[in-house]
């Protein structure tokens, strides 16, 4: 069965973080302005380590993804990031070399309509 595709209401909630802003458009704006370069970052760094072995560094990197995502209520991101983070800290290894490109996409997806956003 292919998995439902994703919709920028499930990639992340514009609603959500303007009420925690207060309705602040401006902060709003660079909030998801920060996490932007901050994600990208971290999921090269995070892809890179868990390729090569370092799990260490790739909890740190998809951790930090985690974090960020949840700052601009990048839900769907936000969700895949907690699970990695989460079979990571259990030992298991091969659900985050498993879910790099799935994460990529997301990240991808999740930027564009950022991106959207920010230029309306």
Do not use: W
């Amino acid at each position: 069965m292919a998995e439902p595709a994703f919709n920028p209401t499930n990639l992340f909630d514009l609603e959500s973080l303007k009420s925690r802003l207060m309705g602040d458009e401006e902060l709003v704006a660079q909030v998801l302005e920060a996490c932007v370069p901050d994600i990208n970052a971290n999921f090269r760094d995070f892809a890179l380590a868990i390729q090569s072995g370092e799990v260490e560094t790739a909890t740190v990197r998809i951790h930090a993804m985690k974090g960020a995502s949840q700052n601009a209520d990048l839900v769907a991101v936000s969700e895949l990031t907690q699970q990695i983070e989460s079979s990571l800290r259990a030992g298991d290894t091969e659900f985050a070399r498993q879910s790099v490109d799935r994460l990529e996409e997301l990240v991808g997806q999740t930027i564009g309509e950022v991106r959207r956003y920010l230029n309306n």
